[in-house]
C-alpha cells in the first residue's frame, strides 16, 4: 500500500457542523476517525466520540484535525491535555483563516509534532456532490514525517480537490478579499431582507445564492474571519468607501441633469 492510500488515525477536536462533513468523506476513504468536542455527537455513525478530552487525547492518534470555530480555538487549544499523548503526530487545522491557528499551534503543540494549516476552500452545501476541482489551501508549517503529512493531503488529493500550496499570510490576504467580501456583501443583503421576486434576472437570483450561503454558516464563523484575519478590517474600509464614490458619482450625475 503507498503512503497517500494508508489508512490514518485521525482524532477530531470539535465535531460541528463542517467537522462532520469532513469526517463522512474521511470514513468512505476507511480512515479511523475518533472525535471529542463541547457537545455531545455520541450517536454518530461510524465515529468513535469521546466526552472526556483526556481520554481522547490518550488514544493513539496519526493526525490531531482541530476544527473548532475562529473564535473559540484559542482557549480550546490551550485546553488540550498535550502531556497524554502516546507519540509524536501530526496537528491539523481546518480553519477559515490562517495566521490565527498557524501561531497558536507553534506556541502551544510539542515541539516534537508536525504542523500542517489547511483551508478547505468549500463547505458541506458546496461539497456535497463531491470535491472535484474545489480548491484546497494548505502550508507545511512544520513537517518531519513526510509520508505522514502526504497521507494526510491525500485524503483531499483523492477526491479531486485543487490542491494550492501557499503561505498562511498570502491565504488572510487573499480570502480577506474574496471570502470575507463575499460574506460580509452576503450579510448585508440579509439585513436589507432581500427576495427572489417574479422577475428576477439572473444576477439578481446570484445575490440571493449569496445572501443564504453566508447566512448559513455560523455567526461565529463570520465574526471569526473579521476579528482573525488582520486584512479584513482593510477590506470592510474599502467596500464603504467604494458604496460611497457610488453614490456619489450618481449624485453628481442626477445634479447634472
Ligand atoms: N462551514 C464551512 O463551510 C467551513 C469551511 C471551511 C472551514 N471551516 C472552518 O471549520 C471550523 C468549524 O466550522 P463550522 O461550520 O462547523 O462552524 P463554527 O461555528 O465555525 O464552529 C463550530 C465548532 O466550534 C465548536 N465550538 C464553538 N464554540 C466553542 C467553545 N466555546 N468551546 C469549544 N468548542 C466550541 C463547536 O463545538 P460543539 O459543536 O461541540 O458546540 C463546533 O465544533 C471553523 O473554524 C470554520 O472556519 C468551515
Known sequence: MGSSTRTLKIGIIGFGTFAQFLAKTMIKQGHLIRATSRSDYSGFPSVHFFRDMEEFMGLEHDVILICTSIVSVSQVVKSIPFHRLKKPLLFADV??????????????????????????????ESGKDGWKDLPFMYERVRVKDEALCSSFLAIFENEGCKMLEMSCEEHDRLAAQSQFLTHTIGRVLSEMEIRNTPIDTKGFEKLV?????????????YSGLFIHNRFAKQQLHNLESALERVKETLEARMNNN
Do not use: I, N, Y
Not at 95 to 124: I, N, W, Y
Not at 209 to 221: A, G, M
Open 95 to 124: 480553519l477559515s483563516v490562517k495566521e490565527h491557528p498557524r501561531k497558536l499551534l507553534l506556541q502551544e503543540a510539542p515541539q516534537d509534532s508536525d504542523l500542517v494549516c489547511t483551508h478547505p476552500m468549500f463547505g458541506p
Open 209 to 221: 445564492q449569496v445572501k443564504e450561503s453566508s447566512t448559513r454558516d455560523s455567526f461565529d464563523l
